[in-house]
């Protein structure tokens, strides 16, 4: 049985992004892939992306990418990681 994704509804996530981008924590080996919005969401808000994908080799920032892709509908080519490639903060380019 394939794993089951866990998203918030598309305009949360996209309501923390600011000029065209948004900042992620991501945490690899998690159980499932899922992304959740903070309880607390302002301004300076970080998406919580967890990926089943070891951080090795980059494997862990392309499951990233083709999670939020599928989130939040755009394609995988689109999006870019801007700033901490090699960080568990990252900063992802979205098109506008």
């Known amino acids: 049985m394939a794993k089951k994704n866990h998203f918030p509804p598309r305009d949360e996530m996209l309501a923390l992004a600011?000029?065209?981008?948004?900042?992620?924590?991501?945490?690899?080996?998690?159980?499932?892939?899922?992304?959740?919005?903070p309880r607390e969401a302002?301004?300076?808000?970080?998406?919580?992306?967890?990926?089943?994908?070891?951080?090795?080799?980059?494997?862990?920032?392309?499951?990233?990418?083709?999670?939020l892709s599928k989130a939040l509908g755009f394609p995988k080519t689109s999006l870019n990681i801007v700033r901490g490639a090699n960080s568990r903060t990252k900063v992802i380019a979205i098109p506008d």
């Open 18 to 37: 600011s000029d065209g981008e948004l900042t992620v924590k991501v945490t690899p080996n998690a159980g499932e892939n899922s992304i959740a919005v």
């Open 42 to 67: 302002g301004p300076a808000s970080i998406l919580l992306v967890h990926v089943t994908a070891t951080p090795e080799d980059g494997k862990a920032n392309a499951a990233v990418l083709k999670l």
